[in-house]
């Protein structure tokens, strides 16, 4: 699994974000579709878990969201994306640095790690 040091670098490095959300998107309609009951379940139920099993996020896990909120802002304008990109990446790095073991954020992961928004 990734560091949260290296997640942060990699958020800040100018072309990992870049390559999801470079392309002109309807970013809303993308969003509308994560509120499918399969999708939405599925994040649900990981958020949950590793609530359930992790003390509550520090420092470290607020910079990840801090910089994944601002970076996504800066690159669509779209405070709503900007939300949702932050909320993804503090459940990934919360699962990561506490070793929970999910099905769903790991290929969450996988699909920004691919240029994907997930949804």
Known sequence: ?????EMLSRINDGVFLEQVFQNNTD???RLDSR??????SAWSDSYEEVL???PP???SI????????KRVYQI???PDLA???SDDFGLIAQAFKHQVDSGFIHRLWQAYAQGAFPH
Do not use: H, P
Request: with cysteine.
């Open 83 to 85: 939300g949702y990109v």
């Open 52 to 54: 359930a099993s992790c």
């Open 57 to 59: 996020e520090d420092e």
């Open 35 to 40: 509120d499918c009951i399969e999708f939405a």
């Open 76 to 78: 669509t304008g779209n």
């Open 1 to 5: 699994m990734m560091g949260l040091s």
């Open 62 to 69: 607020r910079q990840v969201k801090e910089a994944a909120f």
């Open 27 to 29: 970013w809303d309609a």
